[in-house]
């Protein structure tokens, strides 16, 4: 505060009314820091045996963190002093693309596409980078299913992760008990997941901004403290082992064929590899996210994708135009839910085991960032946050435990430079009169 | 009935330590109207802090009790409101004014941060905190069963009690609470009349701090085991006790902590133990739905 209003003084005594107060600033800063730091990182406890805790103490970490506060305050500083004046974002891609309403021009997405869909066939490409392509478009499916739900509909959804654990969990259940495979179990966990979400969201529905945000945010903690405590059909905390894996119509991938069948490889008259698995799945999942985001963009333009995008923008005047809110709110609700477990249904077979664990409210967290920070509404934003999300971590292998760390940092600084995410959009698809209005 | 009574007791003291964190929600919310989701963790910081206070005065060779607990309680709450004050400054000023979602985020962001912020620094395991306070008061006994009041729930209880009249004091009394009461009702309007707004704001955010550092301490003491996520469902928790009571509404946070507290030490005493968290959900829908504005709310007027 006191630097930004001494900077703005005129010229004659200017070096000396920068640097002192930015001096002063980055001294606050750095105490601060170290006033932080002084218990939690400078005195670290550990186990003595026998249920006691001894203190070590780690001074120069918190003499460190000072110095990397007071350094990093200086630089911010001259770099907002060396940026100041000048039009924020232009020419960058970023709000180029914004521009446009969030939406690529087609060269970019076929170009997208292409890529996407030759990643497995690359001569560079690995098992480990088909792996986590799988991953990332697990996220990114999530993240327009969810995007339906909050970019659409503008209901804060913080309990998404139980669709895709209802999903997930139906189709173990299917197999388990019923014998049903992935293909026959898909439309079911679909189905059921979107149950729960009208299950969800009648009672829901009076609610508003945040109060909904809790709400469905102990829905997902009531679903799984369930999973985890009704071990006889769930099988708990131990999960449910042993999913059956998607074939190709019928054909499975497997070394030696079950009794009477075909495998994949046999059927081709190709050699056995183990990667055939992973690239079909890679293939499924690409589909099923293309799926997605096509239903999205098509019912952005249907009746109920407007009334939704209307509903967003003000209910008062929806309700005064003759627009039921609560069949408006449960469709986005269900059709979000149906996504989900979709892509639960998939996780499912794809890990061929699950637990309540990989359902936690982190996994929410995730899904809704990635929809946040990639922009609220925009497709293409989900699926740049979805990359930046999941694979940084990755790439941040070697120093795996600060993973959650920077994820964490990462969602608060990107909120802080863009607020409204990477592709900020939330221009309605349609307006009335001829010109959009500048924003 | 007497196992009813010792049931009550418990629930009380796990209601004053819920009181005590909803505060720190209900007053953000009435002031910026965001829900804090860093909360949660500033109570863990704040156990955490305790748990290293207490260490530190045993090396120091502090050892009459009233004297550590003292100690601890003014170190705890002054480093715990440091480490508010930052959250608001980093995370959420910056994004006052911009769109609803936004500071939400931020504080999901923050939440992920802090927790693994203290895993790293301090370890995953559980820190164990040998008993301080013990011995206690036999209240009541009937066929073989006894009902206990420690001296450590009396100390929770009374200690809760203390700081609430002191804070409702201090809101209605003091410049300080009369600028933030007026920053509730209209933040552009107290700032036209001279009221600094940003300071007010970070003062909320160090009290609901300073606040629920004590209930860190006390959540040490109480169950004598603590853990880098303990922030997330007590956050949760004490969300839904703010809710309960009224959000904005100060007594109506310590009712509803109270309220939140009985209702899950009876549904694990008469219930079952495994469910006793959803109980707590099933609380907050419920409320939500049949009386959105909680029991001590004032009703929210949609403007058009």
């Known amino acids: 505060m006191t630097a930004a209003s001494g900077l703005a003084v005129d010229n004659t005594s200017k070096s000396r009314d920068f640097w002192a107060p930015l001096l002063k600033d980055a001294v606050l800063a750095a105490l601060v820091a170290v006033l932080l730091a002084l218990p939690l990182v400078g005195l670290q406890t550990y186990d003595i045996g026998g249920g006691a805790l001894g203190i070590r103490t780690h001074f120069d970490w918190v003499a460190i963190a000072g110095a990397a506060v007071f350094g990093g305050r200086i630089a911010l500083r001259m770099l907002q002093q060396l940026y100041r004046g000048r039009p924020r974002g232009r020419g960058r891609i970023l709000p180029v693309l914004a521009a446009r309403g969030g939406r690529p021009a087609m060269p970019i997405t076929l170009a997208g596409l292409v890529c996407a869909a030759a990643l497995p066939f690359l001569p560079f490409s690995s098992r480990y980078l088909i792996d986590l392509g799988t991953t990332v478009l697990i996220y990114v499916m999530l993240g327009w299913g969810l ?66 945000a809790i709400v469905t945010l102990g829905f997902g903690e009531i679903i799984r403290v369930v999973l985890l405590n009704w071990a006889s059909v769930t099988g708990g905390p131990n999960g449910i082992s042993d999913i059956p894996r998607p074939s190709f119509f019928g054909l499975p991938f497997a070394r030696s064929a079950p009794e009477g069948g075909t495998t994949f490889h046999q059927f081709f008259g190709v050699e056995f590899s183990p990667e055939h698995r992973v ?26 994708g407007r009334a939704w995008e209307a509903l967003r923008e003000d209910e008062v005047a929806c309700r005064a135009l003759g627009i039921n809110p609560t069949t408006i709110k449960l469709s986005a609700f269900a059709i979000g839910a149906m996504f989900g477990g979709l892509a639960g249904s998939f996780f499912a077979t794809r890990q061929g085991f699950i637990s309540p664990e990989s359902f936690t409210f982190i996994e929410s967290a995730t899904i809704l960032a990635i929809v946040v920070l990639g922009g609220m509404g925009s497709q293409l934003g989900v699926v740049l946050a979805a990359i930046l999300l999941v694979s940084l971590p990755e790439f941040g292998r070697a120093f795996a435990e600060f993973r959650m760390l920077i994820f964490g940092a990462a969602m608060v600084g990107v909120m802080v430079w863009r607020p409204r995410g990477l592709i900020a959009h939330r221009e309605p698809t349609v307006r009335l009169g001829l010109q959009p209005a500048a924003r | 009935m007497a196992y009813f009574l010792q049931q009550l007791i418990n629930g009380l003291t796990l209601g004053s330590i819920y009181g005590l964190i909803a505060i720190g929600y209900t007053m953000v919310y009435g002031i910026i109207g965001m829900i804090n989701f860093a909360h949660g963790e500033i109570y863990m910081i704040g156990a955490f802090i305790s748990i290293i206070a207490f260490l530190v005065l045993g090396l120091v060779g502090v050892t009459y009790i009233p004297l550590a607990l003292a100690t601890v309680l003014a170190t705890t709450m002054l480093f715990t409101s440091i480490y508010g004050w930052a959250v608001e400054r980093i995370a959420y000023r910056p994004l006052r004014g911009s769109f609803r979602l936004a500071p939400l985020i931020s504080a999901i962001g923050m939440s992920i941060f802090l927790q693994n912020y203290v895993q790293i620094f301090q370890g995953a395991r559980v820190k164990p ?176």
């Not at chain 2, 509730?184 to 600094?196: K, N, P, S, Y």
Request: glycine residues 12%.
């Open chain 1, 147 to 212: 995007n339906v739900v909050v970019g659409l509909a503008g209901l804060l959804d913080l309990g998404y992760v139980a669709f895709y654990a209802v999903g997930a969990y139906t189709f173990a259940l299917l197999a388990r008990d019923l014998g049903f495979g992935f293909w026959e179990a898909l439309p079911f966990s679909g189905l059921v997941a979107a149950s729960f979400g009208i299950i969800l969201g009648f009672p829901v529905l009076r609610l508003r901004g945040d109060y909904l």
């Open chain 1, 279 to 304: 690239v079909f799945l890679y293939l499924v999942i690409l589909a099923m996210a293309l799926l997605t985001n096509a239903f999205t963009l098509r019912i952005r333009k249907l009746p109920i």
């Open chain 2, 129 to 304: 905190m040998p008993p301080l306070i013990q011995g206690g008061l036999t209240v009541f006994e009937s066929g073989g069963f006894t009902v206990r009041l420690s001296y450590l729930q009396l100390f929770i209880v009374l200690l809760t009690l203390g700081l609430m009249i002191g804070f409702t004091t201090l809101i209605a009394t003091t410049p300080l609470g009369r600028a933030q009461r007026a920053c509730e009702q209209d933040m552009r309007m107290a700032a036209l009349l001279g009221v600094d707004v940003d300071r007010v704001i970070s003062l909320t955010f160090v009290m609901g701090a300073a606040l629920a550092a004590v209930a860190g301490l006390m959540v040490t003491l109480y169950y004598g085991v603590i853990d880098f996520f303990i922030g997330f469902l007590a956050g949760v928790k004490a969300f839904t006790a703010a809710v309960l009571g009224g959000i904005g509404s100060l007594p109506g946070a310590m009712l509803g902590g109270i309220l939140i507290g009985l209702i899950e030490a009876f549904w694990s005493a008469y219930f079952s133990v495994e469910y006793k968290d959803v109980s707590v959900f099933v609380v907050l829908v419920l409320v939500l739905i049949f009386c959105p504005t909680g029991l001590l709310g004032r009703p929210e007027v949609e403007k058009v």
